[in-house]
């Protein structure tokens, strides 16, 4: 396969995508497709995606109508990509001919992470959607919960009535009954559960960063592509190769030309995630271990303003006061274990 579009851009057309696509798979160590559905499947989808479709070919996971509907979905993205994928490689210096098809599989997974985010419908809406679920699941267990209170209490009166007159001693051994009592507080723990999940959510999302906006998190991407492959570093200055390569893989992935995202771009190029990328690509592992620790820290400071919304009584209060010291013990795990990993 020609290599010139790597170096001087122009267009691709259907074959050369088409081996563009088998190459990159070869690369990364994924079987070549073997009949007509594997070629289908090397044509639509990255090798991450691949490699699962050949896993689950013949088992009971596959859907074919599923991976149909990915394919139609990922059509109009592998159109765009004929004329926009030799601009963005040509942003990526990569010297080794296995790094260029493993750049070109990168890059359309980036996008195709992008397609999927861009026509999700807004966080906030879903998290909207999700509590208003929540709290009408809330209220119709809670009238359930009252009915069965109702339902114990005459079944009580009424039990203490009849074992008198049966000489019955122990009514409760009985599992029919054992069965009642059970129901009632599996409803009041599972309500409970709920509401301590709702608070907990509520404080972590109002926790979460701006940061982790969908385009913010998008430029973090497309930065992690080009630590790898040798592309553009991220400035604020307009017009620079990074804004163009990342106009050019947003326009690949929504069809919206001219995004060149400089508040996104500005935004990360000061933050601490730049610098979390850029330690990792020098050899620095300890991009995981400070992602987990954000989480245990976001998780402890969520939990703890749940607990000050939340009567001190209660089976709520309890779930998250047990939650909150799992998550310490978490977070006091961790950070022994790095300190001890740093001095040696």
């Given at each position: 396969m020609s290599s010139t579009f790597w170096k001087f851009g122009g267009t691709l057309d259907v074959q050369t995508f088409t081996e563009l696509q088998s190459l990159a798979k070869k690369?990364?160590?994924?079987?070549?497709?073997?009949?007509?559905?594997?070629?289908?499947?090397?044509?639509?989808?990255?090798?991450?995606?691949?490699?699962?479709?050949?896993?689950?070919?013949n088992t009971s996971h596959f859907s074919a109508k599923d991976?149909?509907?990915?394919?139609?979905?990922?059509?109009?993205?592998?159109?765009?990509?004929?004329?926009?994928?030799?601009?963005?490689?040509?942003?990526?210096?990569?010297?080794?001919v296995k790094q260029r098809y493993e750049s070109?599989?990168?890059?359309?997974?980036?996008?195709?992470?992008?397609?999927?985010?861009?026509?999700?419908?807004?966080?906030?809406?879903?998290?909207t959607r999700t509590y208003e679920s929540v709290d009408s699941l809330i209220a119709t267990l809670e009238k359930l919960k009252n009915q069965i209170e109702i339902i114990d209490n005459d079944t009580i009166s009424e039990l203490c009535s009849f074992m008198g007159k049966v000489n019955i001693e122990e009514p409760?051994?009985?599992?029919?009954?054992?069965k009642i009592f059970q129901f009632g507080d599996e409803i009041h723990l599972y309500m409970?559960?709920?509401?301590?999940?709702?608070?907990?959510?509520?404080?972590?999302?109002?926790r979460s960063e701006s940061p982790g906006t969908k385009r913010f998190e998008f430029v973090r991407q497309v930065h992690r592509l080009c630590k790898k492959f040798d592309g553009p570093e991220p400035k604020t200055t307009p017009n620079s190769e990074f804004s163009d390569l990342t106009a050019w893989i947003y326009e690949l992935a929504t069809g919206v030309p001219d995004v060149s995202s400089p508040g996104a771009i500005s935004r990360y190029a000061r933050s601490k995630y730049r610098k979390m990328v850029e330690d990792f690509a020098d050899g620095d592992m300890g991009l995981p271990?400070?992602?987990?620790?954000?989480?245990?820290?976001?998780?402890?400071?969520s939990l703890d303003a749940a607990m000050k919304h939340t009567e001190n009584s209660g089976l709520t209060a309890k779930i998250l006061k047990h939650a909150l010291a799992t998550e310490n013990e978490k977070?006091?795990?961790?950070?022994?274990?790095?300190?001890v990993n740093s001095s040696n």
């Open positions: 690369a990364l160590g994924y079987p070549e497709p073997r009949n007509c559905a594997e070629r289908a499947a090397s044509f639509y989808l990255t090798g991450l995606d691949y490699n699962e479709f050949l896993d689950n070919r991976y149909g509907r990915k394919f139609r979905q990922r059509a109009p993205l592998i159109g765009r990509a004929f004329d926009l994928l030799p601009s963005i490689l040509s942003c990526l210096k990569c010297d080794l070109a599989d990168r890059v359309l997974e980036v996008a195709f992470e992008c397609q999927e985010q861009a026509a999700q419908k807004s966080r906030k809406a879903q998290r409760f051994e009985y599992p029919e009954f054992k409970e559960l709920i509401q301590a999940w709702r608070r907990f959510d509520i404080e972590l999302q109002s271990d400070r992602i987990m620790e954000d989480h245990w820290i976001r998780n402890v400071e977070l006091k795990w961790f950070r022994e274990k790095k300190k």
